[in-house]
């Protein structure tokens, strides 16, 4: 089992930037796929990042995409959404979740473990 705790959300003006981190508990952190998701009032959960077991494939949402990176530290068991060039339509709660097959890197779904989630508020 895994636990995931997100931090790094707050505040920040358009243009700015975040850095969101999300811990794993126990020694398995590598054995599973991560991704970001984010979820905006009235909204569906959408996919925004995923990063494979070792880090070598990355996918990313076409709306994020030049402007988010995801990565991740297996040593410290940690998974990282680098956010630059924030827009107001970015504002969501952020989750990340872990993902032990990763079939479908996109379907939240799919995933088997949840974070709480972290809020993302961008001011125009």
């Known amino acids: 089992q895994v636990q995931l705790v997100e931090s790094g959300g707050g505040l920040v003006q358009a243009g700015g930037s975040l850095r969101l981190s999300c811990a794993a508990s126990?020694?398995?952190?590598?054995?599973?796929?991560m991704g970001w998701f984010r979820q905006a009032p009235g909204k569906e959960r959408e996919f925004v990042a995923g990063?494979?077991?070792?880090?070598?494939?990355?996918y990313y949402a076409d709306s994020v995409k030049g402007r988010f990176t995801i990565s991740r530290d297996n040593v410290e068991n940690t998974v990282y959404l680098q956010m630059n060039s924030l827009k107001p339509e970015d504002t969501a709660v952020y989750y990340c979740?872990?993902?032990?097959?990763?079939?479908?890197?996109?379907?939240?779904?799919?995933?088997?473990?949840w974070g709480q989630g972290t809020q993302v508020t961008v001011s125009s």
């Open positions: 990063i494979s077991w070792r880090g070598g494939s990355t």
């Open positions: 979740a872990a993902d032990a097959i990763w079939s479908y890197y996109s379907d939240y779904r799919s995933y088997d473990y």
């Open positions: 126990g020694r398995t952190f590598s054995r599973y796929a």
